[in-house]
Structure formats: C-alpha cells, structure tokens
C-alpha cells in the first residue's frame, strides 16, 4: 500500500520477464495507461505515444538514481 502523492517505482530484473498485479482503491481509472504500456511492449504503438497517457493518468517516470542497484530490503 502506498500513501497519496507518494513517489514509487517498479520494474523486472534485467533478463528476466515479470508479472504484474495493479490494485487500485478506491477504484481509480487508469488502465488505459497500462493498456499504452502493453501495446508499446508489443511493438504495436511508439514509446512516444506514452507521453499523452502519462499526462491523461497523471503517471510519470521517476527521474531517480538506478533503483536497481539498490539493495532490497
């Protein structure tokens, strides 16, 4: 759970293929976005095109150091 206007991130290993499981409560639309994400993943629409969901879904990339490299907790 995270708290309201809380910054976060997530993303796979490199190499690796990841599922996800997005809950949203209350109910918040925002699957159009994630629908941008799987059509660009399938090379059915450009990278470019994100940008417009981004600002319809107020869902933006973090511009934080490699959280990869981050030990987990």
Excluded: K
């Excluded at 600002?55 to 934080?64: A, G, K, P, S, W």
């Amino acid at each position: 759970m995270l708290p309201p206007n809380l910054p976060h991130v997530f993303g796979g290993a490199e190499d690796t293929v990841a599922d996800m499981v997005v809950v949203l409560n209350p109910g918040v639309e925002r699957c159009g976005y994630f629908e941008q994400l799987a059509a660009i993943s399938r090379g059915e629409a450009e990278f470019t095109s994100l940008g417009a969901e981004q600002d319809r879904y107020d869902v933006y990339f973090e511009n934080i150091p490699d959280w990869r490299s981050t030990p987990a907790r």
